[in-house]
């Protein structure tokens, strides 16, 4: 057990704690790359949404659904990507417009939550790869004072100090970068979460503002459901009328 213990030793002082700092600047740079690419993505999602359902229910009040599909097909935003859908199966009924405008939704959540479990992942592991440096970096420190220890000559203990507190600023060094890291990718996750949830409660609304219209619209009766008996031909009225005069 102590010789598998010493060899865990000996590969974590003979890494050091260079491989762990390589490693959060890469993710970093990731990091930044996927912050950069979403925010611009939510950028050129950006429309103004009180405009956008104002003038969807001016257009639907009119019963103008091409003019409504027009104007939505206009907008960047994915509010209006969703509502389209709903629009498409309008003609289909209330149920086939709520579920198309469903399954787009799910479809525009999936695009705006893309890569961002990456950076709460990173937010939340962060700190711990670079504790895990820490700790590489402090037991290098017993290590190297136990060899100085060890040794006999007086100039080599001179110099324990020196090397001591260099692996312990490496160790110190990891602990702060992995915190540095951490704290942008949480920042970034919390604020692109609140422009998904912002998006979908956008859409919710313009896809009631539909689905109350297409309620609302009253469906053409049968015959046979108004209560009103079919209009006669004027053929019929006139044997009615002779077969009146016969009697």
Known sequence: MNSLIDRVKSAMVGLGTGWVLVLMLVLSIISLAIMLERAWLYWSLRD???DLMRDLGRLLRTGDL????RRLEASRSAEAAVVVAGLVEADRGVEAAQEAMEGASALQRLKLEKRLAFLGTLGNN???IG???TVIGIVAAFDELSRVKMAA???ATQLAPEAVMGRISEALVATAVGILIAIPAVAAFNAFQRVVKG??????????LLLAHL???PAADPPERTGKAPARSKREARDDSEDSERN
């Open 48 to 50: 103004d949404i009180d």
């Open 66 to 69: 091409e003019g409504a599909r």
């Open 126 to 128: 962060a700190p711990f």
């Open 131 to 133: 504790l895990l440096g």
């Open 153 to 155: 000559a007086a100039g």
């Open 199 to 208: 998006t979908l409660a956008n859409t919710d609304a313009l896809g009631h």
């Open 215 to 217: 309620k609302a619209t």
